[in-house]
């Protein structure tokens, strides 16, 4: 199975600045359509998890600006260009390129 | 608009059984692949079962693989998990999840609690 490493697992943020989260794998993500198959989630406090970035880099609809996907291979991020007030909550990544897909295991991000 | 609705969880005894149902509705149901993943209290995800479109293809995870299963229902825009031999591991919050084109979890259910205990 690909495993999936977050940093930081807690990140305290201030409203207005900007915020980013680490995820890594144990193996290339990159498929051979020149895609990586690496998701970001993010499930509020009392909700299910919503989809985010998908394919590394696309933003899912509905999902505003602020949030950024990038990175290639193993090595991926989530930036948060200005962080507000609802966007609070753990943040997950997932792979999907094999199967089993496999999650980070999440960095919960709260207001400072 | 996308919804799916879970069902059928609550408080069973170790060894017990239970059977989850996810209602659809919102779009084409049977051109799609589902997904279940469960969270256990306090803890991260994990994904323990997908179904293609066509029921062809079944996946598990090995933690649950021979005493789940799942299925679905393209009449009635459903899928089912039955669930065997639970143990108190199996404690969580279950979520049904469409799958999109490109193998992302673009729909998730509001999930449904499954409790393991004497």
């Known amino acids: 199975d690909i495993v999936m490493t977050q940093s930081p697992l807690s990140l305290p943020v201030t409203p207005g600045e900007p915020a980013s989260i680490s995820c890594r794998s144990n193996?290339?993500?990159?498929?051979?359509?020149?895609?990586?198959?690496l998701d970001w989630y993010l499930q509020k406090p009392g909700q299910s998890p919503q989809l985010l970035i998908y394919?590394?880099?696309r933003r899912a609809s509905g999902v505003p600006d602020r949030f950024s996907g990038s990175g290639s291979g193993t090595d991926f991020t989530l930036k948060i260009n200005r962080v507000e007030a609802e966007d609070v909550g753990v943040y997950y990544c997932?792979?999907?390129?094999?199967?089993?897909?496999?999650f980070g295991q999440g960095t919960k991000v709260e207001i400072k | 608009d996308v919804h799916l609705v879970e069902s059928g969880g609550g408080l069973v005894q170790p060894g017990g059984s239970l059977r989850l149902a996810c209602a659809a509705s919102?779009?084409?149901?049977?051109?799609?692949?589902f997904n279940w993943v469960r969270q256990a209290p306090g803890k991260g995800l994990e994904w323990i079962s997908y179904?293609?479109?066509?029921?062809?293809?079944?996946y598990y995870a090995d933690s649950v693989k021979g005493r789940f299963t799942f299925s679905r229902d393209d009449a009635t825009n459903s899928v089912f998990l039955q669930m065997n031999n639970l143990g108190v591991d199996d404690t969580a919050v279950y979520y049904c999840?469409?799958?999109?084109?490109?193998?992302?979890?673009?729909?998730w259910g509001q999930g449904t609690l499954v409790t393991v205990s004497s």
């Open positions: 179904i293609s479109s066509s029921t062809s293809t079944r």
């Open positions: 193996q290339s993500l990159l498929h051979n359509t020149g895609s990586n198959y």
């Open positions: 919102g779009f084409t149901f049977r051109t799609y692949s």
């Open positions: 999840v469409r799958e999109s084109d490109y193998g992302s979890f673009d729909y």
């Open positions: 394919l590394g880099s």
């Open positions: 997932m792979q999907v390129l094999q199967t089993p897909p496999t």
